[in-house]
C-alpha cells in the first residue's frame, strides 16, 4: 500500500475524505495532522479523530499542528464546530508528537515514497518545509486541495479558503522542491458534488454518524440555496489515489501577499518549481468511492 501522511483542518468534507483513506485498501495511512482552518487546531485533531473512529481506525496517530498562520491573524470559517456537534466524544487523545515532527519523521522512515495530502490551509506543510530543507525532496507526491484557478474563490471573489487562512505558507508550498506537487482547486472540486436526493436518502440512516454527516451537508446545500454539495477534499484524496482522473495545467504558481491576498496564479517567475493545477476531474470515480465507503461501512 502508499504511505500516506494527510493533513487537515477538520471539516465535514476533510472527514469525509478520512473515512475514504482509512478504508482504502491501497492505502495505509501513517499518520493525520490537524492545522487551524475551519476549526481550531485541536477541534481538528479531535474531528480526525472522529473520523477515523466511524471508519473503524483506532490506531492511527492524530496529531496537533499549527494553532496560528504564519504571518496574519487567524480566521476560523466555522468557530462552532459543526461536525463535534453531531459526532460525540472521540474515544482517544491527540498523538504526543506535534503534526509538523510528524510528517517530518515519517518522511525519513518512508523516503521517497510518503504521499502528503493537505486538506486544510497550509502552514504545517511549510513549517515542515522550513524546517528541513530535505522534505519536500523525500515526499513522492504532494496533493493540495486549494486554490480558485480560473473560478471565483469561496471566502473571497477571488480566494479559496485554505490558501486564504494562510497565503504565506500557500506561496512556501508553492515554490518548494516537490517533484510531484498537484494543486486541486475550486474549478474541479466545485463540480464534484452530491445532491440533495441522496443526502436525503443517506440522512435518513439518523443513528449512524454517517448518516448524520450526510444530514449536515444537507443543512449546508440548503443554506446556501445550492442543489447539491461540494466535496472538495474528498476528491483531492481520489486524485491522490490516482492522477489520472484529472486534467492538469503545468504551470509555476505564486500566490499573491498583497493586494487580494490569497490569489493563486501563474507566476511569472521561471525559477519557480512546476505545479500541476487540475483543470477537469473524473467526478464519477469519487461517488464510487464514497458510496463504498458511506453505504458499506
Ligand atoms: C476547503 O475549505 C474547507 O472549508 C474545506 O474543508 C475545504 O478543504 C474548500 O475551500
Ligand atoms: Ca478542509
Same mark, same amino acid.
Given at each position: 500500500p502508499i504511505p500516506v501522511v494527510v493533513d487537515q483542518d477538520g471539516g465535514v468534507d476533510d472527514a469525509l475524505a478520512l473515512m475514504l483513506l482509512a478504508r482504502e &485498501? $491501497?492505502?495505509? $495511512?501513517h499518520g493525520v495532522g490537524a492545522v487551524h482552518g475551519n476549526v481550531d487546531a485541536y477541534a481538528a485533531a479531535r474531528n480526525g479523530i472522529r473520523a477515523l473512529e466511524f471508519a473503524g481506525d483506532h490506531a492511527t496517530p492524530v496529531a496537533v499542528g499549527a494553532a496560528q498562520p504564519l504571518a496574519q491573524p487567524r480566521h476560523l470559517s466555522? &468557530?462552532? #464546530?459543526p461536525l463535534a456537534a453531531i459526532a460525540g466524544k472521540p474515544e482517544r487523545k491527540p498523538a504526543g508528537d506535534g503534526a509538523v515532527e510528524q510528517m517530518l519523521r515519517l518522511s525519513h522512515e518512508h523516503d521517497g515514497e510518503l504521499c502528503v495530502l493537505a486538506l486544510g490551509p497550509l502552514t504545517n506543510i511549510a513549517l515542515a518545509v522550513e524546517a528541513d530543507p530535505g522534505f519536500a525532496r523525500r515526499v513522492r507526491r504532494l496533493v493540495v486541495m486549494g486554490g480558485a484557478y480560473r473560478v471565483k474563490g469561496n471566502v473571497r471573489e477571488y480566494a479559496e479558503a485554505n490558501i486564504w487562512h494562510d497565503p504565506e505558507a500557500a506561496d512556501v508550498v508553492l515554490s518548494a522542491a516537490f517533484a510531484d506537487r498537484i494543486l486541486v482547486p475550486l474549478d474541479v472540486t466545485r463540480n464534484a458534488t452530491v445532491t440533495r436526493m441522496w443526502l436525503r436518502w443517506l440522512a435518513k #440512516? *439518523? #443513528?449512524r454518524l454517517r448518516g448524520r454527516i450526510a444530514g449536515r451537508l444537507l443543512e449546508f446545500s440548503v443554506a446556501t440555496g445550492l442543489p447539491s454539495r461540494p466535496l472538495h477534499d474528498p476528491l483531492a484524496a481520489v486524485i491522490l489515489l490516482d492522477p489520472s482522473l484529472a486534467t492538469y495545467h503545468h504551470r509555476s504558481m505564486a500566490v499573491a $501577499? +498583497?493586494? +487580494? +491576498?490569497g490569489t493563486i496564479s501563474s507566476a511569472t517567475d521561471t525559477g519557480r518549481p512546476v505545479t500541476a493545477v487540475a483543470?477537469? *476531474? #473524473?467526478?464519477s470515480t469519487l461517488l464510487q468511492s464514497l458510496f463504498r465507503t458511506l453505504i458499506r461501512s
Open positions: &485498501p $491501497l492505502v495505509k $495511512l466555522h &468557530p462552532g #464546530d #440512516d *439518523a #443513528d $501577499l +498583497r493586494e +487580494r +491576498r483543470v477537469t *476531474a #473524473d467526478t
